[in-house]
């Protein structure tokens, strides 16, 4: 009894410590900020928001590679563009997220301002469809989490506008869709390209980067 007591107590330990290690450290104000408003909003993402592991992918990527100016295509409620922006505000970038839904696009903006991130975020109410191949400049991340089978159609419209070093990602790939695996195809054939799905997110990250043009 009292060893089965023991193996309980340290699986609820390493339990508690792979939670806390989700977080990145905490070493500024924004820093304790971003976390209260995650901590407190653990239980509430619905709605099509990713989890709190993917969100940390996200995050990792964009500090590792100091990339300053990125789009998410499909805000929900704002769950993966706090995690884009907490980093962001670490790099000194900012991040157009792009929103269909109004009554997602409102809570995501108060999400936004909750968390502290709103001056690192260009929150847009839009159609994607649209909007992404009228956007002007030059980008260095992307996170694709909108409709699935048009995927493809998001990547080939942000390709021109990334840089050598830059990296699209796509949400939810294990799903293997048939807009997903058309996506999935068409990147993976790209020689200049270099694809690889996080076997760490449960729905699937695909990770592209760009080796040349």
């Known amino acids: 009894m009292k060893a089965r007591s023991t193996i309980i107590l340290i699986s609820f330990i390493l339990l508690f410590v792979n939670v806390k290690a989700q977080y990145p450290?905490?070493?500024t104000e924004l820093d304790k900020k971003v976390k209260t408003f995650l901590d407190e909003n653990a239980n509430n993402w619905r709605d099509m928001n990713v989890p709190l592991s993917d969100g940390k992918i996200l995050y990792d990527i964009i500090i590792k590679n100091n990339y300053e100016k990125a789009v998410e295509i499909g805000t929900s409620t704002g769950h993966s563009a706090v995690w884009m922006a907490w980093a962001l505000s670490k790099t000194g970038g900012k991040l157009i997220t792009i929103e269909i839904d109004k009554q997602r696009y409102l809570e995501a903006k108060a999400n936004f301002k909750k968390a502290g991130v709103s001056e690192f975020i260009d929150a847009r109410?839009?159609?994607?469809h649209q909007l992404v191949p009228e956007l002007p400049g030059k980008y260095d991340f992307v996170f694709s989490d909108a409709d699935k089978y048009w995927y493809k159609n998001y990547f080939i419209a942000m390709d021109p506008k990334l840089e050598p070093g830059?990296?699209?990602?796509?949400?939810?790939t294990a799903m293997r869709t048939r807009g997903i695996s058309e996506f999935l195809d068409y990147i993976e054939s790209l020689k200049n390209y270099k694809t690889s799905i996080d076997r760490n997110s449960r729905s699937g990250i695909s990770i592209s980067y760009k080796i040349s043009n």
């Open 125 to 128: 109410l839009a159609d994607a």
């Open 166 to 172: 830059s990296c699209f990602t796509a949400h939810n």
């Open 25 to 27: 450290e905490i070493e």
